[in-house]
């Protein structure tokens, strides 16, 4: 949605073209004043598009990629789920076999150029338009062209920096902080995000 709030037209998918039309009718009618380019499709079609991002929980991320494996084939596909589970009152990180989700999702999809990013970004916040999040955007790739396209489109979100943090080795390392942001804020109660400091152009 944050695509489609600074313009860009967006695919919302889904296995069942009927639970698309219902989310971009939510969206929509969550933001009355805004003429979000939003179009419902099936999971193929959203795949269709020149940019694609996973964005199901982390369990069904392969189910939901593997069968699309020749229409994403060339494509950037950023993949931002992250393998947690609840531990008595705690969110802790899951080990995939493959080592983090990331990496697991460029080994179902040999052809494509996947990304890692926006693992970090609060899903309330992140999804209001109204009030932008000022955080940075980690974003890891062994494809520097496509990491660099996907930095460049973070940067146009209002508030967002993208950061470049190496290749898809880095997946672990990422994916793995976000239960503890997730700890950060059910204690302080907030919606604590990352920002990094001392980059060339920042802040500090």
């Known amino acids: ?5 600074i313009g860009i037209e967006a695919v919302v998918g889904s296995r069942a073209l009927g639970r698309a039309e219902e989310t971009v009718a939510s969206l929509r009618q969550r933001w009355p ?7 419902p499709g099936e999971n193929q079609a959203a795949a269709a598009a020149d940019l694609v991002v996973v964005a199901t929980p982390w369990d069904g991320v392969l189910a939901t990629v593997a069968p699309l494996e020749e229409t994403l084939r060339g494509k950037v596909v950023v993949s931002m789920a992250n393998a947690l589970t609840r531990l008595g009152r705690e969110m802790v990180p899951l080990l995939p076999p ?4 990331t990496v697991a999702v460029a080994r179902a999809l040999p052809g494509s150029r996947v990304v890692g990013a ?3 970004m609060p899903a309330g916040p992140w999804s209001d338009l109204d009030h932008p999040m000022d955080a940075d955007v980690m974003v890891c790739s062994d494809d520097r062209a496509a990491q660099d396209e996907v930095v460049a489109l973070v940067d146009r979100l209002p508030g967002l920096r993208g950061v470049a943090t190496g290749g898809l080795g880095s997946a672990l390392a990422i994916e793995a902080l976000t239960p503890a942001l997730l700890e950060v804020n059910r204690r302080y109660k907030t919606h604590a995000a990352i920002r990094l400091t001392g980059l060339p152009g920042g802040d500090s």
């Open 1 to 5: 949605m944050q695509f489609a709030g």
């Open 33 to 39: 004043g805004r003429d979000l380019p939003l179009t």
């Open 98 to 101: 493959t080592g983090s989700i």
């Open 118 to 120: 926006f693992h970090h």
